[in-house]
């Protein structure tokens, strides 16, 4: 897919508007890749917009869809892995990953084997939480109190198993 989003985009941008209007006959309200308590949330979030096949049929939204796809699946020129802590002289953790448990487009294995490679992150979970945890309210209270006020929620801290 990556060859094809590279060197045929007309091609690729085609076949993404035909696949989503032969889509279209489903509930295109209620997308799949959100959870119940996402749509929930976007519900109070003025201005969030959901992707439609319209929308897709505009150069612009798939130009910037196409590029986050090439750079999220593209061979980087470097090992995110192997980064070292941006802030040494900082005896605090001072980035952080916060991640919906229940979130359906950025794996929880993944961000769980990122943080334990990089000690240097403070990683929290949000057990109920899915891909826009952002727009709930007390998630984004508890994000600002740990990145401002250096105040971490229980709630918050994941219990890994090994």
């Given at each position: 897919?990556?060859?094809?989003?590279?060197?045929?985009?007309?091609?690729?941008?085609?076949?993404?508007?035909?696949?989503?209007?032969?889509?279209?006959?489903?509930?295109?309200?209620?997308?799949?890749?959100?959870?119940?308590?996402?749509?929930?949330?976007?519900?109070?979030?003025?201005?969030?917009?959901?992707?439609?096949?319209?929308?897709?049929?505009?150069?612009?939204?798939?130009?910037?869809?196409?590029?986050?796809?090439?750079?999220?699946?593209?061979?980087?020129?470097?090992?995110?892995?192997?980064?070292?802590?941006?802030?040494?002289?900082?005896?605090?953790?001072?980035?952080?990953?916060?991640?919906g448990c229940e979130?359906?487009?950025?794996?929880?294995?993944?961000?769980?084997?990122?943080?334990?490679?990089?000690?240097?992150?403070?990683?929290?979970?949000?057990?109920?939480?899915?891909?826009?945890?952002?727009?709930?309210?007390?998630?984004?209270?508890?994000?600002?109190?740990?990145l401002l006020l250096?105040?971490?929620?229980?709630?918050?801290?994941?219990?890994?198993?090994?």
């Amino acid at each position: 897919m990556t060859l094809v989003a590279r060197y045929a985009p007309k091609l690729l941008h085609w076949w993404m508007i035909r696949k989503t209007s032969q889509s279209s006959s489903t509930d295109s309200t209620k997308p799949t890749y959100f959870t119940d308590k996402d749509l929930e949330l976007l519900k109070n979030a003025p201005g969030f917009q959901f992707l439609t096949a319209d929308k897709l049929k505009s150069r612009s939204v798939f130009n910037n869809l196409r590029s986050d796809f090439l750079v999220a699946f593209s061979k980087w020129d470097f090992d995110p892995l192997e980064l070292s802590n941006p802030f040494p002289e900082n005896d605090k953790r001072p980035v952080h990953i916060w991640h919906g448990c229940e979130d359906r487009f950025i794996n929880l294995k993944l961000q769980r084997h990122v943080s334990e490679r990089l000690p240097w992150i403070q990683y929290h979970e949000v057990h109920d939480g899915g891909h826009l945890l952002i727009y709930d309210t007390a998630v984004c209270e508890a994000i600002l109190k740990s990145l401002l006020l250096g105040v971490d929620t229980p709630l918050y801290t994941p219990k890994f198993t090994s």
